[in-house]
């Protein structure tokens, strides 16, 4: 039986969402087949100094969009951020916090990989504020390394996944699977590896063929097929929820209280301030959601630090509904329909219509207080998704540089 049609009054006062704060930093020590992040190859000595400047160059001008709000979560993303020096983040953040307002208990999260990672280099990360680290294992098996493009071997894995253990009390550990010629008991081995070291939250990704990338132009050879994909991930959720990790989003796992707090909070459809080549913002101000890309080139982002914004746009009410409903439908448990009112306003006939034709085809479970995908939704979750696309173009209110 149908749900109750929800109403979407108008919330009658607009509040800012919460806010975070990502540091994009795009230097990789090799760039990856499967990536289609805005990442590039490290230069023989990185311009860490240069870079910095730029991205405090970047935040002053960004100021105006979020002064005086709480910052509640700092993600420092890539790339490869390990890359840079701890002396070089210090300085970084020292002038973070010297122009936001950051919490008192504020997350502080850096990505890490094992072939830039050591219990001295991540000692020094934790002495100049990083309280939680993200790694970028992949895979505990040399084959599947190789396959992937890693520079890092099984061995050096695991001693990364050893140091992030010795130093840091809050950490992740991003793994892959369905990858080329894996199988069900391979896929778990990765899994229980990383269970070894007890990390307080999982990232367990299934590898896709992102446009764009190497690996969608030329497919890697002896990829699972279809029906062994769905029973290598299902084996995968079966064993981490097992242990003691709450699956809260598509591909995310924690133990209590350990959820990231920057993708939440993305999620969530919360506010975030994006420094950094390729870096993007969501603002919302008092005339509508604002949206910004930096420019990517990170040689060009330097050079224009003073102006670094790309192309800036404000959201339409379809946007608004498609943009929320791509992040919040990713959460295991939904959301509820006050924080869909609150975001959306008085809704508009798309969300109206692709909320009944989604319940119609039993792709989510809707009640007249809470939203969430079904698990037949969950495993289609594109298709579920493309039902909000948004029907107006965006509109661009400046120029690309």
Known sequence: MSAPIVSFDPPATTIAPPLTLYIHLPWCGRKCPYCDFNSHKAPTQLPEKEYCQALIRDLENALPTVWGRAIRAVFIGGGTPSLFSAATLDTLMAQIRALLNLSPQIEITLEANPDSSDVAKFSEFKAVGIN?????????NDAHLQALGRLHNADGAKRAAAAAATVFDNFNIDLMHALPAQNIDQALDDVQTALSYAPTHLSLYQLTLEAGTPFFRQPPPALPDEDTTADISTAVQQHAQAAGYQQY???AYAKDGKCCQHNLNYW???????IGAGAHSKITQPDGVLREERIKNPRDYMKNAAAPVRTQRRLNKDDIVFEFMLNALRLCDGFSTALLTAHTGGGTPLLRRALALAEE???IERTPQHIRASEKGQRYLNDLTALFMREENHTIITKQH
Do not use: C, N
């Open 132 to 140: 939680r680290l993200s790694l970028g294992v992949q895979s505990f």
């Open 249 to 251: 989003e598509v591909s």
């Open 268 to 274: 969530k459809f919360g506010d975030y301030l994006g």
């Open 361 to 363: 085809q039993q792709l």
